[in-house]
């Protein structure tokens, strides 16, 4: 009988593609293994190494001194205005992250959609409109900031922990963070978590939002017309 080369792909399990024979079927990969689930450029630029940092070294610090090392040396500059706007806006730098974009348009000229959902996406997360207010994760149970920060595969985005009686409040720049961590729960912490809007606006959260006024100004009329079209 000759040879089939055949493969199949589910959500849920990943087969190699191999031969079949009487003696061979379809095996699953092995799912133990690490994976990359971001691609990281090779070799030593600064960013490679800005890059290396935020996903792997989780130094969002260091990554955005690298971010600005290698948008000054011209080291692929639009991809790391890019980067070094949704790493500041992580960090709860919004408006910084908008005057970065505005500072390097040129670098988009041939790719105005590009900016323009970047600067949408960016003036939408300092609104104070609908799902914007919940930034914050409240979990119930937690009694210790360790607690909060160990039930998440990945806590980097957390600004703070409070402490209330009964639960802890988890802060995050942005509603988007906290649901992205939301999504990094350990299934071993079985503590209920729900989001919570601000009701009390810290002093960088307030620094955040903007008038319509300030927005037109650091977007430009042009853009910021074209947006709230």
Request: no cysteine.
């Amino acid at each position: 009988m000759e040879d089939i080369v055949f493969g199949t792909l589910t959500k849920s399990d990943v087969y190699t593609i191999k031969k079949v024979t009487k003696n061979n079927v379809l095996k699953p990969l092995d799912t133990n293994k690490p994976r990359t689930h971001y691609p990281l450029p090779k070799g030593d630029s600064f960013y490679a190494q800005a890059k290396r940092s935020e996903y792997v070294d989780k130094d969002l610090s260091k990554a955005e001194q690298l971010y600005k090392k290698a948008i000054k040396q011209g080291d692929r500059p639009e991809s790391a205005v890019k980067d070094l706007a949704g790493l500041l806006h992580q960090q709860g730098k919004t408006l910084e992250a908008i005057q970065l974009l505005k500072k390097h348009k040129e670098l988009f000229n041939n790719e105005l959609p590009k900016y323009r959902n970047l600067m949408g996406s960016l003036r939408r997360q300092i609104s104070t409109k609908g799902n914007r207010l919940n930034k914050n994760l409240k979990i119930f149970g937690a009694v210790t900031k360790k607690q909060v920060m160990q039930m998440f595969r990945k806590p980097h985005r957390i600004l703070g922990v409070e402490l209330k009686e009964g639960y802890a409040i988890a802060k995050f720049p942005s509603h988007s963070a906290a649901r992205k961590t939301l999504e990094t729960k350990k299934d071993s912490f079985k503590f209920h978590v729900e989001f919570s809007a601000v009701s009390e606006y810290s002093e960088q959260t307030k620094k955040n939002q903007v008038s319509e006024a300030e927005a037109e100004f650091l977007l430009g009329s042009a853009l910021y017309r074209i947006i709230n079209s």
